[in-house]
């Protein structure tokens, strides 16, 4: 069976289970306790020398980092299809996730881990209001760019994608630090009420991400 190691469903682990669900895929979830130091032991080094999760392991293969991964479903698991068959519509696909690493996922990420993660986990050490403020600067032009790309299609790619997969926890991120995709971006917010409806987005328990299990531990 396929093993996805992860810690506490964190938000690229997401990006993973939602093709994993989207392709009918059965596999067993490892909690690799970063915290603990779990990914610095020597048998997990081994298995990835990034010592990061997520990081998929099917039989003698170890795949790390969640776009690899999702690729590597993809080819090796082709069916149903998640990438377009087109050279050209799969280097546009392609091309989408790049910008949103470069340039939407780490100003999420950021704002969460400011002010989700630290203020509950001291040792992370005091929020920076500088970073806050700098992400928050920088996400208005990020969204104006997914909107664009998204135009008149249901998903990024046409069809239900990987594409969306990566970006999919991160919008919905965004609810954890109180922030919302702006009334202008109408392509937007309807691929988000869009996606939610899906099936995988149950499976893949995009709303119990490791922050969100932070807010709810806090709440208790």
């Known amino acids: ?9 964190n938000i690229w682990t ?5 093709v994993l669900a989207e392709k009918g895929l059965d596999y067993e979830m490892v909690n690799v306790d970063l915290f603990a130091g779990e990914h610095l032991k020597p048998e997990f080094v081994a298995l990835n020398p990034y010592h990061k999760v997520p990081l998929l392991e099917d039989g003698a293969v170890a795949v790390p980092e ?10 090796r698991y082709p069916s149903p299809p998640l990438m377009p068959r087109d050279a050209r519509d799969r280097a ?18 950021d704002l969460l881990i400011e002010l989700v993660v630290k203020p509950r986990i001291p040792a992370m050490g005091e929020p920076s209001p500088g970073a806050v403020t ?7 032009a990020a ?13 990024f790619a046409g069809d239900f ?9 991160f919008v919905a991120g965004l609810a954890d630090v109180d922030m919302a995709i702006p009334p202008k971006c109408g392509n937007l917010r ?3 009420q869009r996606v939610g409806e899906r099936p995988s987005y149950r499976a893949a328990e995009v709303d119990s991400r490791f922050t969100a299990s932070l807010l709810r531990e806090s709440a208790a």
């Open 1 to 9: 069976m396929l093993k996805l190691y992860h810690y506490r469903n």
């Open 14 to 18: 997401v990006c993973v289970r939602l």
């Open 66 to 75: 969640s776009w690899i991964i999702n690729e590597y479903l993809e080819d």
């Open 92 to 109: 546009r696909a392609r091309a989408i996730v790049d910008y949103a690493n470069r340039f939407f996922f780490p100003h999420v990420y």
């Open 134 to 140: 700098k992400s928050k600067e920088a996400l208005p």
């Open 143 to 155: 969204f104006e760019r997914l909107e664009h790309e998204l135009g008149g299609r249901e998903f």
């Open 161 to 169: 994608s990987i594409v969306d997969c990566e970006i999919i926890p």
């Open 190 to 192: 309807r691929w988000l």
